[in-house]
């Protein structure tokens, strides 16, 4: 894979503004409210009452370490799984697909990067995946600009209270694992149950496309920070540490991890599926072992609106725990069936 190998960082000075409460709140209730829940952050540590439920991210990019032990131990449980690896690759895809969708889809729609990196992050276990995620200090990341010594690669601080704004008058609502032998990398199994996702979030109607964020170079500019917030120093780390964890495959891990990136910026209903799969594209152009994980297909429904939706070359292995189903994307699945199936929906959601 090129640029920093998976568990590395890139040596770039990566920096952080933190935004004011109000534009805080704005940005981060707008983006849920637009979209759908799974992408809602809070901001801040969590009150003395709750610290015990939640877990610093950072400390989830080690094998052994008790914060990951009890993130495994929590899929493996409420997913009814009967193998550590399986239970890994659903985490995989469950955690990319809440914990960093955020910075993804927020990414996609004006060009901000959120900072979610593993240090600013927590994360408190649910039934069967995520049930909340916190930015200690809610900010978007900068950068000195190519061939200066100051500027920002996300632009002004306040573009994603604009960009989530937009959306919304856009878009009206919205241890005790077992180790088990080296999973098999081939293609395999679902992704994460329909029925797990949660109400569909409505369509919205036509609009115009979200602006591009201010400052030298735009979205484009924006991307190394995004690779780094989201991949880098997040989603592949801990892919490894999953992977040394319980053995399973490092490439269905990582299929895990194009997932939850690519159902994230398939959520956003603006600018429409060609572009978003252009910008999909340009997410994994730096990253082509992420790139040959699934590809991105633009679905026409009954009623003539068109979504994005992403099919997986990969497995999951979902479909092994005691829900026994395969998902909408599970690559078990004929491509065309998986096609027609998103075809015949009434009503979009993220997978």
Known sequence: MSGPAPGGTAER??????????????????????HGVRYHMTAGDPPPSEADDWLPADRLLTPGTPELDRLLTAEYESSGHRTAHAAALTLAAVYAGRVTAAAVLQWALDGTVWDVRPHNVLVRPGTHGIAGVRLRVPAVLTAPARGTATGTVTGAATGAATGAAADRRDAPGSPGVRGAPEASEGPGAPDVPEASEGPAEPEAPGGPEV??????????????????????????PLADALHRATRAGRRQLRGGVAHGCATALCAAIRPGPAQLARR??????????????????????????????????TCCLFYTSAEAVRCASCCLTPREERVRAYAGRTGPTSR
Do not use: K
């Open 280 to 313: 999909w594209r340009e997410f994994t152009a730096p990253v082509p072992e992420l790139a040959r994980l699934g590809d991105v297909v633009e679905i026409a429904h009954a009623d003539g609106s068109a979504r994005l939706r992403y099919l997986r070359n």
């Open 211 to 236: 602006a591009e964020a201010p400052g030298p170079g735009g979205r484009s500019a924006a991307l190394p920070a995004l690779h780094e917030a989201v991949l880098h120093s997040h989603l592949l």
């Open 13 to 34: 000075p990566w920096a952080s503004r933190e935004l004011d409460d109000l534009t805080a709140l704005t940005a981060l209730t707008g983006l849920a409210s637009a």
